[in-house]
């Protein structure tokens, strides 16, 4: 089963004007347009183009009308529901603080608040549905920046020497202020310290110790001495962050984060309890078909800071950078370790075959790409998606750009030797 589908870009206010847009080869909303949703999730599932009057007419009401045709007995037997979820995601300011819960905690966190009784879009809910939300991101423009993770001890070591440099290098220094950080950082747990105190007395207002730091760290970020060290990145993120969300606990957690710039085609894996936020850039996102997020910052919707220090795994770590393997001439797969999807990238003039596994999303950037497989054959053009049904076993494609592929990993996914 070949099914054409498209979807509205989501609105959120962080969004590019235009970057979605140009993906698709289409005019801008003239609005922000921050992600296309590609697949089954009720938050926004795919329409179908070649909906039938009194037929379904979006992805997951094609699914639930026959979970096994279209997901396979594999899939469809853990539930009638697409397991994963595609995104385009264009930041045109940074995104939220935020990290995803691990399976067991999703499944707690959803039954506690199912029977507390908030409705499932109510302002304070944490958890939208009982599973966890790995993901994936890889980009797409020549640039994506991010935070992610908490980064290696000695590097936050290296990040408040330069503040006190900083600081002492200042016409009026406020050594005061960078003691509280550090006899934070300093305690038995200070990272998980550091936080916690940032979250909960940083967001009062003007008033309070934490308020003093995020103040003096955004003004010595503006500093030579600061934007002269390895950490400018850091530091120039810090000035973006302050101006966009003046006062922002964020502000100094982002100091305390790996900085990470991936180049067209990099990406990284965000693990369950992974601190991160995405700044600028456009990418492929995919991921567990889940919309549970903890936030922890630079966002006006609703922070819970004590379900937040659960969820969160304060080990320092290198950035989470998944390296893709080359699986055949011209293909691409990213592969995390766990969670059951996979992405491949496709590229280049040959026929290239792809077996697989369970159902799949295509999603074609470029001028254009023909896909065929037991079915026959069908022509998509830019920004155009697919889903197709495991029963087709196998996709060839034939194209001018680059196709997207998401799907499971039941069995293994590989490719199939050019015809």
Same mark, same amino acid.
């Given at each position: 089963?070949?099914?054409?589908?498209?979807?509205?870009?989501?609105?959120?206010?962080?969004?590019? +004007?235009?970057?979605?847009?140009? /993906?698709?080869?289409?005019?801008?909303?003239?609005?922000?347009?921050?992600?296309?949703?590609?697949?089954?999730?009720?938050?926004?599932?795919?329409?179908?183009?070649?909906?039938?009057?009194?037929?379904?007419?979006? &992805?997951?009401?094609?699914?639930?009308?026959?979970?096994?045709?279209?997901?396979?007995?594999?899939?469809?037997?853990?539930?009638?529901?697409?397991?994963?979820?595609?995104?385009?995601?264009?930041?045109? +300011?940074?995104?939220?603080?935020?990290?995803?819960?691990?399976?067991?905690?999703?499944?707690?966190?959803?039954?506690?608040?199912?029977? %507390?009784?908030?409705?499932?879009?109510?302002?304070?809910?944490?958890?939208?549905?009982?599973?966890?939300?790995?993901?994936?991101?890889?980009?797409?423009?020549?640039?994506?920046?991010? @935070?992610?993770?908490?980064?290696?001890?000695?590097?936050?070591?290296?990040?408040?020497?330069?503040?006190?440099?900083?600081?002492?290098?200042?016409?009026?220094?406020?050594?005061?202020?960078?003691?509280? &950080?550090?006899?934070?950082?300093?305690?038995?747990?200070? @990272?998980?310290?550091?936080?916690?105190?940032?979250?909960?007395?940083?967001?009062?207002?003007?008033?309070? %110790?934490?308020?003093?730091?995020?103040?003096?760290?955004?003004?010595?970020?503006?500093?030579?001495?600061?934007?002269?060290?390895?950490?400018?990145?850091?530091?120039?993120?810090?000035?973006?962050?302050?101006?966009?969300?003046?006062?922002?606990?964020?502000?100094?957690?982002?100091?305390?984060?790996?900085?990470?710039?991936?180049?067209?085609?990099?990406?990284? /894996? &965000?693990?369950?309890?992974?601190?991160?936020?995405?700044? %600028?850039?456009?990418?492929?996102?995919?991921?567990?078909?889940?919309?549970?997020?903890?936030?922890?910052?630079?966002?006006?919707?609703?922070?819970?800071?004590?379900?937040?220090?659960?969820?969160?795994?304060?080990?320092?770590?290198?950035?989470?950078?998944?390296?893709?393997?080359?699986?055949?001439?011209?293909? &691409?797969?990213?592969?995390?370790?766990?969670?059951?999807?996979?992405?491949?990238?496709?590229?280049?003039?040959?026929?290239?075959?792809?077996?697989?596994?369970?159902?799949?999303?295509?999603?074609?950037?470029?001028?254009?790409?023909?896909?065929?497989?037991?079915?026959?054959?069908?022509?998509?053009?830019?920004?155009?998606?697919?889903?197709?049904?495991?029963?087709?076993?196998? @996709?060839? /494609?034939?194209?001018?750009?680059?196709?997207?592929?998401?799907?499971?990993?039941? +069995?293994?996914?590989?490719?199939?030797?050019?015809?």
């Amino acid at each position: 089963m070949f099914v054409a589908i498209r979807n509205t870009p989501r609105d959120y206010a962080w969004g590019s +004007r235009t970057a979605i847009a140009e /993906f698709m080869g289409v005019e801008p909303s003239g609005g922000p347009e921050a992600e296309l949703w590609l697949g089954a999730h009720a938050g926004s599932p795919s329409k179908l183009l070649d909906a039938v009057e009194g037929g379904p007419s979006d &992805l997951a009401d094609l699914i639930a009308a026959d979970p096994v045709a279209a997901l396979g007995p594999e899939v469809a037997g853990r539930g009638p529901r697409l397991p994963f979820l595609m995104k385009v995601l264009a930041a045109g +300011r940074p995104l939220s603080l935020q990290a995803h819960p691990t399976p067991e905690q999703a499944r707690a966190g959803f039954e506690r608040e199912e029977a %507390e009784g908030p409705a499932i879009d109510a302002f304070d809910r944490n958890y939208k549905d009982p599973y966890a939300k790995p993901e994936l991101v890889v980009a797409v423009s020549e640039r994506f920046e991010a @935070l992610s993770g908490f980064r290696p001890i000695e590097e936050v070591a290296g990040i408040v020497a330069t503040l006190r440099a900083a600081d002492a290098a200042s016409a009026r220094p406020q050594p005061g202020a960078i003691d509280l &950080l550090t006899a934070r950082l300093d305690g038995p747990d200070g @990272l998980r310290e550091t936080v916690a105190w940032l979250l909960l007395d940083g967001r009062g207002g003007d008033s309070g %110790e934490a308020a003093w730091l995020i103040e003096r760290v955004a003004a010595l970020a503006a500093g030579d001495e600061a934007l002269a060290t390895p950490y400018a990145a850091s530091f120039l993120t810090v000035l973006d962050l302050a101006a966009e969300y003046p006062g922002d606990p964020g502000i100094v957690i982002s100091l305390l984060l790996n900085r990470v710039t991936l180049r067209r085609g990099e990406a990284l /894996f &965000l693990d369950a309890g992974n601190i991160h936020a995405y700044l %600028e850039g456009l990418g492929i996102e995919l991921m567990a078909a889940s919309d549970n997020v903890l936030r922890g910052g630079l966002t006006p919707k609703h922070i819970d800071v004590p379900e937040l220090l659960e969820v969160l795994d304060f080990t320092p770590m290198a950035p989470p950078l998944l390296t893709p393997i080359e699986v055949a001439p011209g293909v &691409l797969e990213y592969r995390p370790a766990g969670p059951d999807f996979t992405l491949f990238r496709v590229e280049g003039s040959g026929d290239t075959r792809l077996a697989l596994s369970g159902p799949a999303l295509v999603l074609v950037e470029g001028a254009w790409a023909e896909v065929s497989s037991r079915s026959g054959l069908m022509r998509i053009e830019r920004g155009d998606a697919l889903f197709v049904s495991p029963d087709e076993r196998a @996709l060839s /494609f034939e194209m001018a750009g680059t196709a997207w592929v998401a799907t499971t990993t039941e +069995r293994t996914t590989r490719p199939l030797p050019r015809a």
